[in-house]
């Protein structure tokens, strides 16, 4: 919940780039786990199927049954030789051929010609069975292909083991995933800078505010629109209304327009409204009479700009019925001033009247005149 506040009080660029690098980045990271896997059992499975071949070919080659079968010093090292000549060509770490009591009479390192298989995993292949083995040998830990070996007579006379290091299966694997992994990470940068682009855009889109700020202004001007008393609406560069304050509908209501008109041709439901020409002109007009269905309104009408281009129109108006009653009242407060003036101008005529008599001390005419 703490991790969710803060990230809802980050910057909206942040936000972005980081929902979309967690976008990209968990499945990329999902995707080299597999890919990883899935190229490790391949592997294993190719290196598995390579030592079953060479191994098939050593257990049906002459040199190695004849060694088996009549062992002597030359036969045995002409097996030798054999298997060192195919191991090098195949590509394999070891070949190892094996009498029935599982000595070796062939390996890579001469010194070891003579012992003891090491291993114990041979025990199947000396009763004939063919399968593949991961085992701890004198080179190391390998995947071995064990391959029983007959003679003319389809007696059994030994058998050929062929490995390959665990370690080298390892490495490739290795070189593999990491040209992976280097692809998976030049993705996520890309990402992660597409990111970035996309929030600059957006927030260039957006006047460089953020949510929250965007959200402020919105509830403001909300406010702004419903306080006047002045009818407005708005229209978008299609024609169809985006703003209709509640003056704007009570006026509207009074013609008989009762729709929601949000989303809405401002030329389908209101009549002469001419904010369609005002798209066209991009010239404002000001103080317009216009008949709504019967009622009078006084209206104003101003294309809006952004980038130097037509993007909308806004039209205020006030029903003119009201207008004129306060036209009305201002004329009769005209009025009262206008009497109250000429009472003040006559009062003073008259206090100059009292004054002169006062200054001829005509005392008889001042009492009579007041």
Do not use: C, W
């Amino acid at each position: 919940m703490k991790l969710l506040i803060l990230f809802r009080q980050q910057p909206l660029r942040v936000q972005i780039i980081f929902l979309i690098v967690f976008v990209l980045a968990l499945p990329l990271i999902v995707a080299n786990i597999q890919i990883s896997k899935d190229n490790d059992d391949r592997l294993r499975e190719q290196a598995n199927e390579k030592a079953q071949m060479v191994a098939n070919s050593i257990a049906s080659s002459r040199q190695v049954v004849e060694s088996l079968s009549n062992p002597t010093h030359q036969s045995r090292q002409e097996a030798q030789d054999f298997s060192h000549l195919i191991q090098k060509v195949a590509g394999v770490e070891f070949i190892v051929v094996i009498d029935m009591n599982a000595v070796r009479i062939s390996h890579p390192d001469p010194a070891k010609v003579g012992k003891q298989m090491v291993g114990n995993d041979e025990g199947r292949v000396l009763k004939g069975e063919a399968y593949f083995s991961s085992a701890q040998g004198s080179l190391g830990l390998s995947q071995r292909a064990f391959v029983p070996i007959f003679d003319g007579s389809g007696h059994q006379v030994g058998a050929v083991v062929v490995g390959i290091l665990t370690s080298s299966i390892d490495k490739a694997a290795a070189r593999v995933n990491q040209s992976i992994l280097s692809a998976l990470t030049l993705a996520l940068l890309i990402g992660v800078v597409l990111a970035v682009l996309l929030s600059n855009s957006i927030k260039k889109t957006l006047f460089g505010l953020e949510p929250l700020e965007i959200a402020r202004q919105l509830g403001e001007r909300n406010a702004v629109l419903e306080s006047v008393r002045e009818g407005i609406v708005a229209i978008d560069s299609d024609g169809r209304l985006v703003v209709v304050n509640n003056e704007a509908k009570r006026i509207l209501s009074l013609a008989g327009i009762l729709d929601n008109l949000l989303g809405h041709k401002v030329d389908e439901y209101i009549p002469h409204t001419r904010l369609s020409d005002i798209l066209i002109s991009g010239e404002p007009e000001f103080d317009r009479e216009q008949d709504l269905n019967g009622i009078r309104i006084l209206t104003n009408r101003i294309p809006l700009y952004a980038n130097g281009e037509v993007v909308g129109a806004i039209a205020t108006f006030r029903d003119m019925s009201e207008i004129s009653k306060l036209a009305e009242e201002l004329t009769g407060v005209n009025r009262y001033v206008e009497a109250l003036r000429s009472s003040a101008h006559e009062f003073l005529n008259k206090l100059h009247v009292i004054n002169g008599l006062v200054h001829s001390n005509n005392r008889q005419a001042l009492i009579d005149y007041l």
